[in-house]
């Protein structure tokens, strides 16, 4: 008889039928020909001649056939290889057999595929340094014991598509040179990826581990894939070198977790973190849109190369750049935790409570272009600040004096004031928090210019925004407020000297009436005359040193006590107003540099 699939009526083997009752099944082992039944079923002499016939390297295709541990050792020793005393298949069909007890496969080579589709094994699997030439399909396996791959070595794809393990899933030092599919796969134990070495792709996706997970040392010249998985208990993945991406993206992790990982990309798109997590990173670009932190997470940036064994794990193209994080984006910052971390690109805008970001060690932020630019004729020199990516965007989009900004990535929406406004806000009070007046001073200034440049804030805001700007650079820029300062007394100086010292000092003149013995004496002064002549005439030495007594005294917000004409009187008032103004804003500058 022939078995057929499951959802088709297709043949694919000729089966034996042993056993069959009503339904006209029974046993669905592939036949032994010239045999009509399976190995399991033929008789002792029949199976004797059957595997004495073996020889080493040949194929073998025993599918839907039951075996005993007894069963499947009398097959392997049939074909063990005298040089080297392990047994040597070429191709391995298992596809829907039942292994009653542990299948061991220790040692074995297998020089073509090995193909364990659907196949029951109710104990532990050993496939202890077994060797396979080509792929590997565990396909809908179920294992009810242990499965363990340590020190085996595949040459082509290992597929483990739900695959159920109900013990512990052991691969360490096992080598992979092609990709390896664990998808949909349901682990009841542990699961041990230590010192693997993948030639490609490694898919843990939508797989469950019931267990704690470990990579320790684990090296990948590809990417590896854990979307969607479920770890439940404690994980500890890595320290690994990934050539590729590390994606845990839509993952969840029950337990504490520590990753450790030397990689190009990591992707936390989504992850949900239901308990602490540590990664601690070495050249990696880290995305964390929309990742969901119940409990406190830290990134960090490690400076060597991690340990593992006592030794220096190699990476495949060491260089110097630095752990980014480039998305915060839908992320609840209020767990969360930066160390030593580049956020030159990273995306702010649309953080959860991001006032209460922690920013550890050095944190790199985008800055403001440097050197002398032109806007039109006119050049324009900014002002050196830290500043938000997003900001960065807006500004490389603006007609006039986009040169030096960074434009936004292909496919990244660009920002107006009004959203980035309140994301300066929130990073001022972290710094504040963190006791950093100076960080926190721009971006106080960045929300600022945020708003001076939102079209909605109202005309006579902006007009009095702008001129908090160019005066003082918002109460930030010392030197801006002490040169408005110093041409402020510069022209009350000769505003004075011209128009504001009289031509002589007024002299009291005293008159008198005699009457009698009495005398009566009155005493005036006349009022200060109004300076003529030449103006050269009046840019004396001594005009210069009384208009400099008027200034200074100005600047303190005290009165000279020098006579002054009518236009001298009304520029000394407005100089004891706007020159003790301008040298507070500088103070506060000062001050907003030095605090801490």
Known sequence: MTATSADSTTQVWPYCAHGSGADGVGCRGRIVEPHTVCLAHLTDADRSAYLAGLQPGVDLDHRGTSFTEELLSELLAALTDPATDDPHVGNAVFDTARFSGDAHFDGAKISGDASFYETEIVGNAWFYGTEIGGDARFDDAEIGGNAWFVSAKISGDADFYRMHIGGDALFQKAQIAGETHVVATEISGD?????????????????????????????????????????????????????????????????????????????????????????????????????????????????????????????????????????????????????????????????IHLDQLRLEGRCLLATTPSGLRWRGVWPVRCTPRQTLAEEHHWRATRTHGADGWVPAPEGEAVLDPAALAPAYRQLRKAFEDGKDEPGAADFYYGEMEMRRHDPSTPRAERALIAAYWALSGYGLRASRALGWLLATMTATVLAMMLWGLPQDDPKPQSTGTLTGRTITMTTDTPDPANPHGPYAQRMSTGRFEKSMRVVINS????????DLTTAGTYTEMASRLVEPALLGLAVLAVRGRVKR
Request: overall charge negative; some cysteine.
């Open 555 to 562: 600047v303190v917000f005290r009165s000279s006590g020098q």
């Open 191 to 351: 699961a041990w990826f230590d010192d693997m070495e993948f030639g490609g792709d490694l898919w843990l996706s939508a797989a469950t581990i019931r267990g704690s997970a470990s990579f320790a040392g684990a090296k990948f010249n590809g990417s590896v894939l854990l979307h969607s998985t479920v770890f439940e208990r404690t994980a500890q993945v890595g320290p690994l070198v990934c050539a590729g991406t590390l994606d845990v993206s839509e993952a969840v992790f029950h337990g504490a977790v520590t990753i450790e990982a030397s990689t190009a990309a990591l992707q936390c798109r989504r992850t949900r973190w239901a308990s602490t997590a540590a990664l601690r990173l070495r050249h990696t670009a880290v995305d964390l849109s929309d990742a969901v932190l119940e409990y406190p997470v830290s990134i960090a940036a490690r400076a060597r190369p991690f340990i593992v064994n006592g030794l220096e794990m190699p990476e495949p193209d060491p260089t110097d750049l630095p752990v980014q994080v480039v998305s915060l984006r839908g992320v609840d910052a209020a767990h969360l935790v930066l160390t030593d971390v580049d956020l030159t690109d990273c995306l702010f805008v649309g953080t």
